[in-house]
């Protein structure tokens, strides 16, 4: 299935859904252009997309698939594709593995997550099978167990890895553990996920042959958003042109940015998709152009990645680049905020991963240069300490496989919040 003209994709929406009917009401009849349009409210959009009597779908849901996606707002909501809009998807998307690394007859072992509606594995599975270069596909599963896995691994010869981040690790984790080689291992491919500098010590640890790489920036509810670019930074990607459109927006007014360089949030436009049309649609992310390339730009985190412990805000990004500052012997490979409250105020805890077989030698020292180092940055909260609004920051040593994870997904849930609600 070809991509579509854009001026032919909204005018189908348009026509179709009530939704984005509504959302043009007061657009010109003929309006063909993405800076027309308005950017999609997320809460709207999913207010609108019910299971049941969808106000964003096109037409009747009697040919697709149903997936799950916690798109952006943190609820779990429903995404839906032809068969033909899959096949373009996976097709698509295969291609881009190329740019991974990907070489004829490699033997991919599958570690996204299956079933519940949730789209990962398959997705892998089926970009892969649709590749444009032949490979032996390994169709194991994030929930299996490391005594199942592992052996797998090794009794296959396994030299390709695909999971979400979390899920190598803990995978290392247990390789570690065990005392095994797997020494078929060179490529290892992540998503769903950002892949930090502390969890890219324990995967070199566990696979010191492999090289860590993206799989590619996609996801169900906002369809294709970018292909790897080779180099040294997985973080950056191109568009899937001409499949998709993925624009970059200023933060405050919504303009598109062109100059390298400056962050916004990625909001992005399916070319393909008619049943659950995906336009202006904010992916969840934020990035910058590279000016390396065509389409290149560099993802820099989400949006929302971030939490609200008092009167101070914080991002996780401000937590991880203080824990890189202070961890100058590499003993941290993961990290967890937790957001308590006792004593009628709330606390920040940072859970520290180590890998198995570290010692608490210097920790002490590291817990109290990562808090340093963070109230460096953030001095908004060491302010509310003083002032008794919020509890000091504090550090809880675990091991990575103790890091709260989705059940579901296997991805790390970066902030925890263990505040009552009630």
């Not at 799950?68 to 429903?78: E, H, I, L, Q, R």
């Not at 460096?376 to 994870?405: C, M």
Request: proline content about 7%; some cysteine.
């Amino acid at each position: 299935m070809s991509a579509q003209h854009l001026s032919d994709l909204i005018r189908f929406a348009r026509h179709n859904s009530s939704f984005y009917r509504d959302l043009y009401a007061s657009l010109p009849p003929h309006a063909d252009r993405l800076t027309d349009l308005p950017v999609v409210d997320q809460q709207q959009f999913w207010a609108a997309n019910t299971l049941h009597d969808s106000r964003v779908l096109t037409g009747p849901l009697s040919e697709a698939t149903v997936y799950k996606t916690g798109g952006t707002t943190g609820s779990p909501k429903f995404s839906v594709y032809t068969r033909d809009e899959w096949r373009t998807f996976v097709t698509t998307f295969g291609q881009g593995l190329v740019d991974t690394g990907l070489r004829p007859g490699h033997r991919v072992a599958d570690l996204f997550y299956a079933g519940e509606l949730y789209a990962s594995f398959l997705f892998v599975l089926d970009s892969l099978a649709h590749a444009p270069v032949d490979n032996v596909r390994l169709p194991i599963g994030g929930g299996a167990s490391p005594e199942s896995t592992i052996p797998t691994l090794r009794d296959l010869a396994a030299q390709v890895l695909t999971g979400t981040p979390t899920t190598l690790c803990r995978l290392a984790e247990e390789v570690l553990s065990y005392g095994v080689r797997l020494d078929a291992v060179e490529l290892l491919l992540f998503g769903g996920e950002a892949l930090f500098d502390d969890q890219r010590r324990l995967l070199a640890a566990a696979f010191p042959r492999a090289e860590a790489r993206s799989v590619g920036y996609a996801s169900v509810d906002a369809g294709l958003l970018g292909r790897p670019v080779p180099g040294s930074d997985a973080r950056v990607h191109r568009a899937f042109t001409p499949h998709s459109v993925v624009e970059i927006l200023d933060d405050s007014t919504d303009e598109p940015i062109t100059e390298p360089g400056r962050p916004g949030r990625v909001v992005v436009t399916s070319l393909f998709r008619r049943l659950m049309p995906i336009i202006r649609y904010p992916a969840g992310d934020r990035a910058e152009w590279t000016g390396t390339g065509p389409g290149h730009f560099r993802i820099l985190g989400r949006a929302e990645e971030g939490v609200r412990v008092g009167p101070v805000s914080l991002y996780t990004q401000d937590a991880q680049d203080a824990v890189a500052t202070a961890d100058t012997t590499g003993q941290v490979v993961g990290m967890q905020l937790a957001v308590r409250r006792w004593d009628g105020r709330d606390g920040l805890v940072l859970r520290l991963a180590t890998a198995p077989g570290g010692h608490g030698h210097g920790r002490e020292e590291l817990a109290r240069a990562v808090v340093a180092e963070l109230e460096t940055v953030r001095p908004l909260y060491p302010d509310s300490v003083r002032a008794g609004f919020v509890h000091p920051l504090s550090v809880e040593w675990v091991r990575h496989g103790d890091l709260a994870v989705n059940p579901r997904s296997g991805k790390l849930v970066r902030v925890l919040d263990e505040r009552p609600t009630a």
